[in-house]
């Protein structure tokens, strides 16, 4: 029988998509299957493709005619074509044109744009989804938006992440000393500085906290256009806010912190929810996407944009250890319905096999 061989495309590499593809890229090897990944080259030196004993070909995110062209040619002879978020869907598509080769398209999140843009973003969704074989989508609301754009074949395909090997530290762990919240409560949030994270309304919640005694330092780990902008507001309203920049320790950050805190506008399979829950760190978020879907009774949720809500929530946890107790043991619960790295490698590789056994139109 002949060795499957299947292409990997990514766009800009969001770090869930990446991650995604890395620990696919792996098992899928595991289990005998050739694999290449496209992904610019910035994005192979974070996530070490080759590691994962793939070939990784440098694609840039460009959607250049130079650019489709090294994409054509690396995905001649696949036997599937696997491409992650939008950008990476509309130029496999394109490289593919004229070719009989099979493609599946991961919904990992979905685009935030208003005005003149969302109707482009529409465009390209529909020019994706029809050119796809199969959409995977990583939330159930993510699914529904592939069908409504004419998907001819969209399924719910969960993305697990790499589960933590342990607990990774205590309340009195280096990070937490680092941090400078040894004798105050830590309240962790991580992801991108932009609009979309929600951070101003995270901001105004954090204005409410100074009251208390002692009162909580909120850490903040990303990086993103946003960032001056936000730490000028800190520093004007002498917020108990730091701004932490991007970290290589996420797991160890979370492990330290009392409550974790999601603010986002939107969320399809929040990396940040699935690490806190594993690691048994309370998590108040806001309920949006998928993430009701996700984390289930396990966590507390808020309307997005309500910065009262949002404060409320942290300030009756501080002050409830039974209720944080109960999202610890409720959170670890939860994650264990999540499907595992290995579940979600065998879910792909039979979307493979179904599309290389059937005939090519």
Known sequence: ??????????????????????????????RGVRVTVCAPVDVDRAYDFGGSGAHH???????????????????????????????????????LGGQRIPLVVTWHTRAQVEGPRAHLVRLLERRAVKAAAVVLGTSSELVDRARSRGARDARLAPVALPAPSQHPGGPESKARAELGAVERPLLMAVGSLTPEQGYDILLDAAATWRALDPAPLLAIAGEGRERGRLQRRIDAEGLPVRLIGRRDDIAELLAAADIALLPSRWEARSALAQEALRLGVPLVATAVGGVPELVGDAAELVPYGNAAALSDAVVRLLGDPDRREWLTTAGRAQAETWPTEDETIAQVLCVYDELAQAPRR
């Open 57 to 95: 070909v440098a694609v840039p995110r460009r959607g250049d005619p130079a650019s489709v062209a090294t994409l054509r040619a690396a995905c001649a002879g696949a036997d599937v074509v696997h491409a992650h978020g939008l950008n990476a869907a509309v130029r496999a598509a394109i490289a």
């Open 1 to 30: 029988m002949t060795q499957m061989r299947t292409v990997q495309v990514l766009g800009g590499g969001s770090a869930g998509s990446s991650a995604h593809v890395r620990s696919l890229a792996a098992g899928l090897v595991a």
